[in-house]
């Protein structure tokens, strides 16, 4: 066989193969709701798994959330490898699960993002706070490469904050990001039509331009989500709003000058940051950080995607993706 057979042969069969296997893990997912185990065995042999495992240690124990990636709606999905990251469902079930649990002694927050949506940022800010106040115990965050935007709102629920000398930080504001196609509708002679209620129905609209009331009125939400942005920033550094205000024009900042500017508490490497939170909850080592046991990626599934995602783009499948950009009018705590 030739070796363009071959590979057109070896093509077919791996597209078959994850076909049929999405069309199993569908109708597996219905047998799992109703309790069956049958599917575990399946996505292990596979290289898969499940929704991450809460299982609370017995002895004393910092619980671990890693705040890494950008911050979103939706938890880390197996299918494509994501069983390292941000998971929102994941994170608001565990805080609440060692709300009540004597053996919890404390919460690090391993900050490695660049932020991501506001409301998921606030949301999950919130369920820290509410920890705080019903249990008392203290939050620590660490910085890694990045901690901006939505990370460092996110941290504002910390009552210290140790980064790496070459974490940058900061990036306090609001995005909206909006695309225009009006100049390429023209070229190829596409024109939308909008039958709406009211003249701001639909502003926004990639093929339409904004009116400057439009503008205005996007501006007043951006305005309202910086506004509160700047005041847990006050709140959780202890500064005056005034203060703030100037600090947070969306610029990035590096460790040394959060650390002198009052944004963070501490420069210091991942090891020696953890031995001093480890020391400061009381506890022994690195052994009792207790992080869920999550998803493992899909092996061979993971490798197919990383492949399709690899390979060049047609002008087409750009602009889809464009099109397709959740982002777009989104209110973002995000360096961009």
Known sequence: MKFKQFAAVAAATALFA???????????NVEIAAGA??????????????????????????????????????????LYGASYGY????????????????????ILLYVDSPGGTVYESDELYL???????????????????????????????ANEIYANRNAWTGSIGVIMSLYNYEG??????????????????????????????QRGILQSLVDESYGQFADIVAAGRKLERGRVLELADGRIYSASQALELGLIDHVLGEQDALKAIIEK??????????????????????????????????????FREILSDKRNGALMYYAG
């Open 18 to 28: 994850a076909t049929g296997y999405l069309g199993v893990k569908s109708a597996a």
């Open 37 to 78: 185990d049958s599917f575990g065995a399946l996505s292990s042999f596979i290289g898969g798994g499940a929704a991450a495992v809460i299982d609370l240690p017995s002895d004393p124990y910092l619980a671990r959330l890693d705040i890494v990636g950008s911050i979103g709606p939706s938890s880390a999905d197996p």
């Open 87 to 106: 998971d929102h469902s994941l994170y608001m079930e565990l805080a609440d699960a060692i709300m009540d649990d004597e053996n919890n002694k404390g």
């Open 127 to 157: 369920k820290l706070m509410e920890y705080r106040e019903k249990t008392g115990r203290p939050i620590y965050a660490y910085f890694a490469a990045e901690a901006c935007s939505g990370g460092y709102y996110v941290a504002m629920a």
């Open 184 to 213: 390429l509708a023209e070229k190829i002679g596409v024109k939308e039509i909008n039958i709406t209620s009211g003249r701001n129905k639909s502003m926004g609209s990639a093929w339409e331009t904004l009116t400057d009331e």
């Open 281 to 318: 909850a009381g506890l022994e080592s690195e052994d009792d950080i207790y992080a869920p046991e999550r998803p493992q990626t899909l092996g061979w599934l993971n490798l197919l995607s990383r492949a399709n995602a690899a390979r060049p783009k047609s002008e087409l499948e750009i």
